[in-house]
């Protein structure tokens, strides 16, 4: 059972850390830029990770659905599901070119190959661990996310150990990010969490078919915990390199490379990872849709899927990202705001005692 839960954990953390997070991006731009205040916020975002994960899959396994479409259905009904369906499928797809394109762009800046070459590994990556469907999905996250969490933590708590040594000489944290206003960062950790939860979404609603409901519930909050653990020490291993961070595309390759050249190639593979993983899931989720509104096998339909993304894909990484990823954000809000709405119909006391419940044969082994 605790092997099972751990399975989900791995699923929520490979959905969420993807290019962005691994890169320091996200991190620097809804946590790092608020100084200390940021350091809450990583908290904040940890308990919310936690608590919507575990809230959706005790969701999912109470309507017994099967996968995201379900999700959505349940939450919007007959006639919202087409649009936010449609919605979804577009950014799922996007988001398959981002990565493709984010992978082409580390292979070209950081290890001195083409991009071309970057987005075809990318591309038999995903092909390779998926033709088998939801069992290759969570065989992907058990075997790839773990070295990823185990690597990041790693470099990012090294870096956090020897932040003074890793800062910029002369370096100075401006006075304004020293006590920010708690609204700004409180505000920063639910839009911070609103932004990932929808990819989230398509693959915790994956683990019904192999999970308990406890198992299940247990799995995301701890999933989310862990994801909350990694902001934290990425944060803290960034900090001490404000403000003259934000001018750097991949943030935590800088604070990587300033400890030493070897920590910045084994980071690199943790950035690499972190967008396979990523493109794993809009990959899955927009394939198995495909499947399903034209009646096309999965193996084909996942095939034109990674096949169509091409050309995009060779697009820049940078403006692909300034693009979609806002508007991914909303679309998390809204189904976030939605699930707690169709929560709060539901009984929350009841799923407050299941939840409970539910950790507690989990860390008694049961």
Known sequence: MRSRSLSVAWGYMGAVIGAGFASGQELVQFFVGYGWGGLWGTVLAGVLFAVFGGLLL??????????????????????LVYIMDALLAIFLFLGVCTMFSASGAVFYEQINHSKITGIGVAYIG??????????????????????????????????????????????????????PPAADWVLASILYVAYNFALAMVVLSEYRAVTSRQEGISGAVIGGLMLGLVALVCYLAMLPSMPALIHYQIPMLFVAGAVS?????VYTLVLWLGILTTAIANAFGFAQRFSSVTGLGYGVCLFLTVTMALPLATQS??????????????????????????????????????????LGKFFKGG
Not at 69 to 79: E, T
Not at 168 to 178: D, R
Not at 261 to 265: P, R
Not at 317 to 337: D, E, K, N, R
Request: glycine share 8%; charged share 10%; net charge positive.
């Open 58 to 79: 005790f969701w999912v396994n109470a309507n017994r659905l099967n996968d995201y479409y379900d999700v959505l259905k349940s939450l919007f009904g007959n006639r």
């Open 126 to 179: 995903v092909l390779m661990f998926l033709m088998t469907g939801r069992q290759g999905l969570v065989k992907a996250y058990n075997f790839l996310v773990p070295i990823k969490f185990l690597l990041l933590l790693i470099v990012a708590g090294y870096a956090a150990m020897v932040g003074s040594k890793v800062a910029l000489a002369g370096n100075v944290i401006p006075a304004h990010m020293l006590n």
């Open 261 to 265: 050249s070897q920590a910045k190639m």
């Open 317 to 358: 990484f940078s403006v692909l990202v300034a693009t979609i990823y806002p508007l991914l954000g909303l679309f998390g809000l809204v189904i976030m705001i939605a699930l707690t709405y169709s929560l709060i119909k539901f009984g929350m006391g009841g799923i407050m005692f299941r939840t409970r419940w539910s």
